[in-house]
């Protein structure tokens, strides 16, 4: 058989056999990756382009290497879920680079790091000031992940007693012009209420390029044309300012009505509607 033409067998053939290696090998992207993972794609690779140039005189032979590289990472893999000590052996252990706000230099020599890198590190992850870590722990893919001290840590709405709302994913409802049936149902809407929202907004469906819908309802649409701007719809706030607008006039009633059972009235509706808006206030105004 011609060179060529074995080696387009062989690369007919090892096309999809690479597609199919990467359906089970573990999905890590490259900076999760351990240096012994790196070596196996790297190794996998080779074989594959040897094989498929014809480097590799017999594919068998090319097939048989390529499928014990391929099957021992998958096999110590699960192994590695079901035992800690292989999973020590294949990926390593943890080393705590900071321990109560203290360097441990003994760590830092251990794994070659010298005290300008340990620096640098700290500033990509935003940490300027040494004196506000309180703990620092070097993953087995070389990330350092860093914990603040309670003090320097940024507040939250639980840490100041406030209830926030949350945020389910936003659902695509346009693209490229396109309204998209699955991301209006998974938004529990339908085509007259984003054709209401658009005529709202003056835009035509043909010239919206990207239109999504988030956890608030609110229509986010993305133009072809980058010059025109688009009002942005805020129906949460508008509720609750619709709300507020109402307890106050019922508070305004109360205090110029002579009549006392409407002042007691106004004045009780008034306090149900005060009572109300402290429940939706943290799922209506984010």
Request: net charge neutral; aromatic share 10%; hydrophobic share 45%.
């Amino acid at each position: 058989m011609d060179s060529w033409l074995i080696i387009l067998f062989n690369s007919i053939i090892l096309f999809f056999l690479t597609f199919v290696i990467t359906k089970y090998i573990k999905k890590k992207t490259l900076s999760r990756s351990t240096p012994f993972d790196l070596i196996s794609y790297l190794v996998i690779a080779i074989i594959i382009s040897l094989t498929s140039l014809n480097v590799i005189n017999n594919i068998y032979f090319g097939l048989i290497t390529l499928a014990v590289w391929v099957l021992l990472p998958i096999i110590f893999d699960y192994a590695s879920m079901k035992s800690k000590y292989i999973y020590n052996i294949m990926h390593g252990k943890e080393r705590v680079l900071v321990k109560n706000g203290k360097i441990m230099e003994d760590n830092l020599s251990k794994e070659r790091i010298t005290g300008q890198e340990f620096l640098e590190v700290m500033r990509s992850k935003k940490v300027f000031n040494l004196a506000d870590v309180e703990f620092a722990l070097m993953e087995t893919t070389g990330d350092i992940n860093v914990s603040l001290k309670a003090d320097k840590k940024p507040i939250t709405p639980h840490d100041l007693g406030q209830q926030v709302a949350s945020k389910a994913e936003p659902q695509t409802v346009i693209l490229d012009g396109n309204i998209l049936n699955e991301g209006l149902t998974n938004a529990g809407l339908n085509h007259g209420w984003l054709k209401t929202q658009l005529e709202i907004k003056g835009v035509a469906l043909e010239n919206v390029f990207l239109g999504q819908v988030d956890s608030s309802g609110d229509l986010y649409v993305d133009l072809f044309d980058d010059m025109i701007q688009v009002p942005k719809t805020q129906v949460k706030e508008m509720l609750y300012a619709t709300i507020q607008k109402t307890q106050a006039d019922l508070m305004s009633f109360s205090l110029d009505c002579d009549n006392e059972d409407a002042k007691n009235m106004y004045s009780q509706n008034a306090k149900k509607l005060e009572y109300i808006l402290g429940k939706l206030k943290p799922y209506l105004l984010r």
